[in-house]
């Protein structure tokens, strides 16, 4: 980022320095930093990930923006572009490479499918949403959304890293430094943990509605 | 001889290397003679995309961007009349033709009731596009009768939250329509006027002889 | 339009008196074969008749009827008309059927899936699991009375919609809240995972013991679903000694995205868009076959027109799809991103022609039934004839130049994964992976549909059969389908794109049909069934990446871990077609 965008606003630099010195917060120095080497996972579900292919080719090339590292390792990589649709069977994995991802870590629901199901929702063996097990940071619609479009998201999220600051953020806080999302399990149907005595309970009155 | 073909292979890539250079060398005449810029402008990226390109490939989004064509999908918006004192006159008369014919069904329609007589008034009380089911196959602007539900170009659409539209955030002008699509804008028109006067004529010359109650 | 599937040529009631009859059903053609004698009947109809490549194997529920059904469709790699059978069996559990598996071992991956899906169990077959979901699921999910959970209607359009159609999303009409379903009184806690025993004790070769009584432990690993070389999230589990496979299965299903249960409520050009997603590399080539299926059910011409678009836009289509393989195979091979990037522009460029016409890049939705949804503008034509005849022969010429002499990638492909065309057949490989083992089968010559039949060019073959004929194979097809293309733009006619009117409900007959195409990946079929209800019964994909994995294992026995990355690039696989 150039100098002038740096130091925008907070503090009056004398007109006859500006271009000697330059006077920023410490988080937009942090965020600067970030924002612009988001190195997403090399992790490619469906459709929506040949656009994301495209994106990081020639005619598009994220690498303009310092995401074009793609890391097939989750521990090196900040962000997860989901990019395509999320099945019951994959996502235990899924779930698992988020857990391994190290903080600061960035979930971009790429496509429809990521996003709600898109027109794969109805079917038996299709996550409607990946939002239901990590927490999403941007949606991006469309079924697949344009390499531009996948730009316009991405941009998106640098305006969301853009506002975080380093006193808040809560991998430098005290308690466990990442958050962990138990792994679902793979039984007659997927079977999210966290939600075991609902599903329980959900079966039981099933149980007495049927009788009745 | 090893190594031949590597070297081989190697020529492919130094020629793309001088073309870059050799590119932006031709360019930069063009713009001394013809003011045309290579970068940052729609020549430049119409070239850039034709069958000549060669050289720098990269389209800088968001700088400057493709030409799109005028067919693109995404997702749909409904049209609206604008009518006197800016009133929006929504094309659509709610027929339903976009909810079945809709893949994914991600397309729910309220139809509207007269107050009075409870009868159904064409057009909608509500209307929702779930976009995060919608797969942008375009179906519903091809097969809606009215041209009242268009697929839109605006792809910057990226949000913090889920997409589900509501009537509200789908109207958007004919104005609009026709800036973006003008020659479908422009067929589309002529077929409404084409039908509307066929219809004139119609109800002209049934009103002439006036016709005893409609037989079969 | 295909050659219709004809029973003339074979007689098969005849040569098996009592244990065949031929199709009665109209609309249906075919024989049904006594389900006890279907192994000698197959063994004939492939030693005899001479159909030695077994495409297809699927089963549909005639629930109506109380009936199950196996269909199998058998080619002959000479060319010429399928012949297609089919063996019925009452539908009361157990539904039991023989295994084709000991006479085309290419039915093994096929025959899972019908158990897996329908719960037919084929006898004798030695590793029946489940393949696309996973073991301990509830349910065969493809039979006609069984329900996902966010089931709302049998068919569509859904009355929810309208005209009373309030928002409601599908989570808030389950019980559980999400696209889960239980038993009653399921006790989440209670479960024990099945934690893929039958997977690893189907690779088998865990211990060996050498000749001096020493017994050694082999590794197994996993490759996938996240694998930077698996194209996507197939895995294989292997059994390995020292660098040496000894064992292998592919284990695929992690992006099944239940396409056929989908397709099956859809109306029939509801599908359309459907299929742009299988292969989503090669949209226009999926769109052609599932039009042939079912034009072929309605019985209805194409407009002239329209055929040479359908031509030009699906050879447009693979010359991209090759170009691709390329640049990925590389990638794989370790040679980082420059022929993937001078791939992807080219990509670009073609698919700049298909935003054009159909209005998206990848998920094309172009192909209507009769025709296409719109003409090519004669800027698009031009600049496709720009591309045709000047811009891709150059620079496939510099692919060419670039790779097919280098050294290293000549000493990594060369004699490596070899596969004669003897086994190929018989593992129903089929597209570019059969004609790089010698076997010079192609529909567009061998059965031609559309208007192959028209043009000039040559089926690629190459001899060997091994990764480096694999690789220049693809090249060929390029320049043949340049040929294909460089004709069709020049004698596409004038005239209408579509010889039906456009209408959002088609009236199709009862009856089935099977259109086939050769896609870039091989063998691309619709098996499309039909009970005159604006539905289709049954709707079902022939993939050829599911299927020509099957020889997977047979080829990799023995060979080194790092050229099954290789290998797998070069079986250029598309999950959303291998899972549908
Ligand atoms: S959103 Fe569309 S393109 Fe993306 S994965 Fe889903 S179906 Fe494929």
């Known amino acids: 980022m150039d100098n002038e965008r740096l130091s925008l606003p907070q503090y009056d630099i004398p007109e006859d320095i500006q271009n000697a010195v330059t006077i920023t917060t410490l988080d937009r120095l942090y965020n600067w930093g970030r924002r612009s080497s988001v190195w997403p996972l090399m992790f490619g579900l469906a459709c929506c990930a040949i656009e994301m292919i495209a994106a990081q080719a020639s005619r598009y090339d994220m690498a303009r923006f310092g995401m074009e590292v793609m890391r097939p390792t989750p521990r090196q990589a900040d962000m997860m572009l989901v990019s395509g649709t999320v099945t019951k069977k994959m996502l235990p994995a899924i779930v698992r490479l988020y857990n391994q991802m190290p903080e600061p870590k960035y979930v971009v629901a790429m496509g429809a499918c990521a996003s709600g199901g898109g027109p794969f929702k109805e079917g038996y063996n299709v996550v409607a949403g990946i939002d239901k097990f990590l927490p999403v940071d941007v949606y991006i619609p469309g079924c697949p959304p344009t390499p531009q479009a996948l730009i316009a998201g991405m941009i998106k999220l640098q305006e969301k890293i853009d506002k975080e600051s380093i006193k808040k953020v809560r991998w430098y806080r005290k308690g466990p430094d990442t958050v962990e999302v138990p792994i679902p399990i793979l039984g007659p149907d997927l079977i999210d943990p966290r939600r075991n005595q609902e599903i329980k309970a959900a079966a039981a009155q099933k149980a007495t509605k049927e009788s009745a | ?216 | 339009m295909a050659a219709p599937v004809s029973t003339q040529t074979v007689d098969l009631a005849a040569r098996f008196p009592g244990a065949v009859t031929a199709e009665a059903r109209p609309g249906y053609a075919g024989f049904i074969v006594e389900k006890d004698k279907l192994v000698e009947v197959a063994t004939a109809i492939r030693d005899e008749f001479g159909f030695d490549l077994l495409t297809t194997v699927t089963a549909v529920d005639y629930l109506p009827e109380d009936k199950m059904e196996v269909v199998y469709h058998a080619y002959k790699t000479t060319g010429g008309p399928g012949l297609v059978f089919r063996v019925q069996v009452p539908r009361a559990d157990p539904i039991e059927v023989p295994s084709l598996i000991d006479v085309w071992p290419g039915v093994d991956l096929q025959e899972r899936e019908a158990w897996d899906l329908m719960g037919i169990r084929f006898s004798g077959h030695p590793d029946l699991r489940r393949i696309l979901m996973w073991e301990g699921y509830e349910g065969h999910p493809l039979r006609k009375d069984w329900q996902e959970p966010f089931y709302e209607e049998d068919v569509k359009p859904f009355k929810s919609r309208w005209p009373e159609g309030k928002h409601v999303m599908a989570e808030e009409k389950n019980p559980f809240r999400d696209n889960v379903k239980f038993l009653e009184n399921f006790d989440p806690e209670k479960w024990i995972p099945e934690n893929e025993e039958m997977l690893y004790s189907s690779l088998k070769r865990y211990t060996v013991q050498s000749e001096d009584g020493m017994s050694t432990d082999r590794i197994v690993i996993n490759m996938g679903p996240q694998h930077p070389s698996t194209h996507g999230v197939f895995r294989a589990a292997l059994t390995l000694e020292g660098e040496t496979i000894v064992g292998l299965k592919p284990v695929v299903g992690y992006l099944h995205r239940n396409h056929e249960k989908i397709g099956e409520r859809n109306t029939f050009i509801q599908n359309m868009p459907y299929t742009d997603r299988l292969d989503y590399f090669n949209s226009m080539s999926n769109n052609l076959g599932y039009a042939i299926a079912v034009e072929k059910l309605m019985k209805i011409p194409v407009a002239e027109r329209a055929e040479y678009i359908r031509v030009i836009m699906v050879e447009l289509s693979r010359i991209q799809n090759h170009f691709i393989f390329i640049g990925m195979l590389l990638n794989d091979l370790g040679a980082m991103y420059t022929p993937a990037l001078y791939a992807f522009e080219e990509r670009e460029l073609i698919l700049d022609i298909f935003e054009a016409v159909a209005g998206s890049r990848m998920m094309c939705n172009y192909l209507r039934f009769g025709g296409v949804v719109r003409d090519v503008p004669e800027d698009v034509m031009q600049k496709i004839k720009g591309l045709v005849f000047e811009r891709l022969p150059a620079k496939t010429d510099e692919m060419d130049r670039l790779l097919s002499e280098n050294e290293v990638l000549v000493a990594r492909l060369k004699g490596v994964h070899v596969i004669d065309g003897e086994t190929a057949i018989k593992y129903s490989v089929t597209g570019p992976v059969l004609r790089a083992a010698g076997v010079p089968y192609d529909i567009r010559r061998a059965d031609p549909y559309s208007i192959y039949d028209r043009f000039e060019f040559d089926v690629a073959m190459r001899p060997n059969g091994d990764l480096f004929d694999n690789y220049i194979i693809r090249l060929d097809e390029i320049r043949q389908s340049l040929r294909i293309l460089q004709q069709a733009v020049k004698q596409i006619p004038d005239g209408p794109i579509n010889s039906q009117k456009p209408q959002y409900q088609v009236r199709v007959p009862a009856g089935e049909a099977y259109g086939r195409i050769e896609s870039p990946k091989g063998e691309l079929g619709y098996y499309v069934v039909s009970n005159g209800k604006p539905n289709p019964w049954r709707y079902h994909v022939r993939a050829p990446s599911f299927v020509n994995i099957t020889c997977l294992e047979q080829m990799c026995i023995g060979t080194k871990i790092a050229d099954f990355v290789a290998l797998l690039g070069v079986l250029d696989i598309v999950m959303g077609e291998l899972d549908r």
């Open chain 2, 1 to 216: 001889m090893y190594g031949k073909g590597i070297l081989k292979g190697l020529s492919v890539t130094a020629k793309r290397f001088w073309n870059t250079y050799w590119d932006d060398a031709v360019w930069f005449w063009r713009r001394i003679t013809k003011g045309e810029k290579r970068y940052f402008s729609e020549e430049g990226v119409k070239h850039r995309s034709s069958k000549n390109a060669r050289g720098i490939f990269t389209v800088q989004y968001p700088e400057e961007q493709l030409i799109i064509p005028e067919e693109f999908r995404y997702v749909p918006f409904l049209v609206y009349d604008e009518g006197a004192e800016g009133k929006q006159e929504i094309r659509c008369t709610s027929c339903g033709i976009c909810a079945k014919v809709c893949p994914p069904q991600c397309i729910w329609i309220v139809r509207s009731n007269d107050p009075n007589t409870g009868r159904p008034i064409p057009a909608p009380t509500e209307f929702y596009i779930d976009a995060d089911i919608c797969m942008n196959c375009g179906f519903c602007a091809e097969y809606c009768p009215f041209d009242a539900i268009i697929m839109d170009h605006d792809f910057d659409i990226a949000s913090y939250e889920r997409n589900i539209y509501n009537l509200e955030t789908l109207l958007k002008p004919a104005s609009y329509y026709k800036s973006i699509r003008p020659t479908n804008y422009a067929t589309a028109e002529a077929e409404r006027k084409a039908k509307e006067a066929a219809k004139a004529a119609k109800a002209a010359g049934a009103a002439a002889p006036s016709a005893p109650a409609a037989t079969p």
